[in-house]
């Protein structure tokens, strides 16, 4: 069947209400019943040892049977629920004052018997003679002549036939009905109280299923399930702690959704962008081949080494985009680990500025360093570290003008170097800044260019635990500014400016 917990739970509590019901009906009328026998047959737990003490039964020559059937007689007329057997040693039924056809055993059970003599406790029951398996409250006592052993037994059934018609009779009538009535009024009643206990119950689970059921984790407002955020201190309802931990999977989820869009889309871009940078010097560079190619005859020494000059700068740069996307997909895959050792800022700033010094001097730029002495040495990856200078440099060569300046200053503080490139170029403006880091620029536009670069920086100082940032100042130029730890060995200070 296709039951909602709330429907399955109704139902077993039903069955189970109506099983204590009719478990609690079933005991109470056993316990009523047994109770009533304890008493009966506590009243009457003489009645036997009177009768057997008559002397009027018995002789020199033993029972007299018209006095025993006499006595009988008046004792069930006087009270007509009682039914008195007399019986030999052996439990046979000798004596009795029943219709004809009524007694249907010959011989009854003396283990009860002996056990009521011996005054066990009460109620217990023996044979009834009018009945093939019944068992009934009794009364009984030997009977003896004096100085005698025993020659039979007294046998006092308490409650016979004519209680046994009675008690029918009463339960068919209108009290017990009643009686019925009410105990499965309060049934249905405790029934309805405990179906609106477990609606309200189950209540929670039902709008945590419906949140389940519609959550989206494309993290859309309108989708997302109305659900609480946190659950009150010292909560001890399961279904509140499992809704407030549905509410955080679900804003986790829809975060990383978002998050993987996000980077999706800039990809995209991306993509995008690299494709733009691609084509404009491919473009120029099978422009130039192919003029090449068909002036070859026409065309003179100088324009020849001219268009080929041209063709390898075009090449030289399609080659650099090529190597910096390879770089940073190892970068972006976790394929490249920093190897960690210690080493001088201070000798790894003069040898990167060796490398620039020639593009600078030829575009009139003046390279200055600012070290204070005794700069403790840094533990870091040194080709990481070289390539982030490398390309901090590149950058601001290309975009500072002629008779600009690019200036590193390095600084101790805290454990920690602080490393900060700035130049005197014309600046990033504030609202490209945001996505600096995130995803590239195209060189072909307004943005600043090496996009790419600066990407790799950023993920390579991701692997030292450190982040690049952007630094606002006043006037023009740009100013990144990053950090390394340090190992507390003092290197060498001072390079020439």
């Not at 986790?252 to 980077?263: E, V």
């Not at 390879?326 to 680990?337: C, D, K, P, T, Y």
């Amino acid at each position: 069947m296709n039951l909602t917990l709330t429907q399955r739970l109704s139902l077993v509590f039903s069955a189970l209400l109506l099983a204590c019901c009719g478990a609690s009906a079933w005991l109470q009328i056993r316990s009523s019943d047994l109770h009533e026998k304890e008493v009966v047959q506590s009243l009457s737990r003489d009645v036997a040892n009177h009768i057997a003490h008559r002397t009027t039964l018995m002789d020199a020559n033993g029972l007299r049977p018209d006095a025993v059937r006499q006595l009988f007689g008046q004792l069930m007329l006087v009270n007509p629920s009682v039914e008195v057997y007399l019986l030999d040693n052996q439990g046979r039924i000798k004596g009795d004052d029943a219709p004809e056809g009524h007694v249907k055993r010959e011989q009854v059970d003396l283990a009860p018997i002996r056990q009521f003599i011996a005054g066990d406790a009460l109620p217990i029951l023996g044979d009834d003679p009018r009945s093939l398996d019944g068992k009934k409250v009794f009364s009984a006592a030997p009977l003896q002549l004096s100085g005698q052993q025993p020659s039979g037994y007294i046998y006092v059934v308490l409650l016979g036939e004519a209680h046994d018609a009675l008690a029918a009779r009463v339960a068919a009538s209108s009290v017990l009905r009643t009686t019925l009535w009410s105990m499965a009024l309060v049934a249905l009643f405790g029934l309805l109280a405990g179906l609106t206990a477990f609606g309200l119950i189950t209540r929670p689970l039902r709008r945590l299923t419906d949140a389940m059921r519609r959550f989206d984790a494309n993290g859309e407002p309108d989708t997302q399930p109305v659900v609480p955020h946190s659950a009150p201190a010292g909560q001890r309802d399961e279904i509140a702690v499992l809704e407030t931990a549905f509410a955080q999977m679900a804003n986790r989820i829809g975060d990383q959704w978002r998050a993987l869009s996000r980077q999706d889309q800039q990809r995209r871009e991306l993509i995008a962008n690299i494709s733009h940078d691609l084509r404009t010097p491919l473009t120029s560079l099978h422009g130039y081949l192919e003029t090449l190619s068909l002036k070859a005859d026409t065309l003179g020494e100088t324009e020849r080494k001219r268009y080929l000059a041209i063709a390898l700068a075009q090449s030289v740069k399609v080659g650099r985009l090529a190597q910096a996307l390879f770089e940073l997909a190892r970068l972006e895959h976790g394929n490249v680990q920093p190897a960690l050792e210690q080493f001088s800022l201070v000798d790894l700033v003069q040898d990167v500025f060796q490398k620039f010094e020639l593009p600078a001097e030829a575009r009139h730029i003046q390279l200055r360093a600012s070290i204070p002495p005794r700069l403790p040495t840094v533990c870091a990856d040194l080709g990481m570290i070289e390539r982030v200078l490398t390309n901090l440099l590149d950058n601001a060569i290309r975009h500072t003008p002629a008779d600009g300046e690019i200036d590193v200053d390095l600084a101790h503080k805290d454990g920690k170097v602080s490393i900060t490139v700035s130049d005197t170029g014309p600046g990033i403006p504030a609202e490209q800044r945001e996505g600096l880091f995130e995803r590239p620029f195209s060189s072909g536009g307004a943005h600043r260019g090496g996009g790419l670069g600066l990407l790799i920086v950023q993920r390579m100082l991701q692997l030292h635990h450190s982040q690049i940032r952007i630094i606002a100042r006043a006037g023009p130029g740009t100013t990144f500014c990053f950090e390394l730890p340090t190992t507390g060995k003092p290197a060498v200070a001072g390079i020439p400016s």
